[in-house]
């Protein structure tokens, strides 16, 4: 069986790839000092900002948000897969994919976990051609079947060990969540007597599976969703979002509903770009996701108190993603309708005009709070102000921002700059966002060394002691000892090498974020302001160790009084300090 393509291989291709020359096949490119400039392909504008360093291999679109390596840029608009992709850049290259554990003719087939999930779905897609219950509910629910196969729609029988008896390692099953293991170590089936849903990542990897009870069934839980697993976390993924992706062109917006079945039921009346959280609320994670799709996202709710309240939730998160063009709407659905029911009966068509008629971010926002208080008198009209103050603190100075100042200079005819005032105390030190993060999680010499080091990475080679500067405890400085020990194990790869192997991680946004904020410095002074900031962070190691020595012989001393020997220690230390202090 093949596995998994080397991240060796990936690296070297990246490295052999000419990433300018990939894009300038399909974009306008102009040079622009180091780099190339172009109209954004993701994003309708007039004025060039869409940017290719060939330099770090990496290329940004400030316009979507959209960046990464040759790699992603097919990913994202040739609509291909991670594998197809990998296998287009090595054909350009003449290289042959090689796979861990398989011949290189292989198709790219993951073991572990994911082997399990694939294996599942091809026996639950089985299970459903036997089970007429099933198959009659989906015809009752208007479900084709060119659609169940899109989709991967397949059915789990009402038994125990459907898949423990046909998947031959339990192992893989149980950390894919298709198994569970009770007290006694015995191992059964997960889902049972379920349509299932196969979720999957957005490169179309089954990651887990959703399950929805036939009509009649004796289990409350009318959806059971996927467990938490290493592969799966519903706070960072969403159903349908590698199905919406598919399409070819821009994606005008993404619609955020509820169920499988909407995202399914949508897709199948013309409307694909539809994707639905999983048991869970809307989280900036899913927001992120999204926008590297569309600059538009549109929430679809239902319009009872409980849909509202939940789009309330969903807003909450999404103050301090809204910025750079990102925006937010709010759809409410008629009493008695969720999007599956609404866009049978009323058709795609309607469907989309009522989508177009949805409220902005600041009108819902707004709105809302007014609820809360009477505008008819001046109190009213200042708690407003104060309700709203909280939630323009969470969000970035921008167009949306002063869009919600006007509504509520209009709403509470009070002077604008008594509003500003108000607000400004509580906006102007909240960052947010992955530029943030950047600024927050990291310290001024590791953020700027981490900016140079993605420019040049071969500074690594000035770092004398990388595990001394992770002594500095400074915010962030373990990331820049990773880069610096990654870049040192690969002499040849350049940036976009780092940031395509860690572009899932934790760390990724923030390596992205680095990788493009401006450097304020001519080329020519890189190496030296490198070997300055790596001079701070190696003495602010040195006094984070000498005043941990103090603290040391001054601990021992707690019950008796100081040595000759440790008096002069402790007063020879007090002096270097404040030397370095003075400094």
Known sequence: MAGLIPQSFIQDLIARTDIVQVIGERLQLKKAGREYVALSPFTNEKSPSFYVSPQKQFYHCFSSGKHGTAITFLMEYDRLSFPEAVEDLAKRVGL????????????????GPLDALAAAERIYKAELKKSPAAIEYLKQRGVSGETA????????????????RQVPNPKHALDAGLLVKNEEGRVYDFYRARVMFPVRNVRG????????????SDDKRKYLNGRETPLFDKSRHLYGLYEARQGVGTIPHMLVVEGYMDVVM??????????????????????????????????????????RAAAWRALEQALPEAYEGRELLFMFLPDGHDPDTLVQEIGAEEFNRRVAQSQSLATFLVAELSRQVNLSTPDGRARLVVLARPH??????????????????????MQRSDIEALVSAATSATPAGDAAAAQSLTSRPVRVALQLLLEHPSFNELVDDIGLLEESA?????????????????????????????????EGPILDQLSIAPLELKPEAFEAEFTSKIKTLEEMATQRSLRERVQTILQAAETRALTAEERAEVDHINRKLSRRDSV
């Open 205 to 216: 990897q089954i990651i887990t599976f959703g399950g929805r009870v036939l009509p009649g």
């Open 474 to 506: 400074a915010p962030g400085v373990e990331l820049l000892v990773a880069a610096l020990r990654w870049f040192r194990d690969r002499p040849e790869a350049r940036a976009g090498a780092l940031l395509e192997a860690w572009r899932e991680t934790p």
């Open 96 to 111: 042959t994919v090689p796979r861990e554990g398989g011949s290189v003719a292989a198709p790219l087939v993951l073991e």
């Open 149 to 164: 196969k899109r989709f991967g729609i397949g059915f789990a029988p009402d038994g125990w060990d459907t898949i423990s």
């Open 266 to 307: 949508l897709s199948q009346h013309g409307i694909p770009h539809a994707v639905a959280t999983m048991g869970t609320a809307t989280t900036r994670e899913h927001l992120n996701l999204l926008f590297k799709s569309t600059t538009r996202v549109v929430f679809c709710f239902d319009g009872d108190r409980a849909g």
């Open 392 to 413: 323009l603190a969470r969000m970035r100075e921008g167009a949306l921002h002063s869009l919600i100042l006007e509504e509520l200079f209009k709403l509470t005819r």
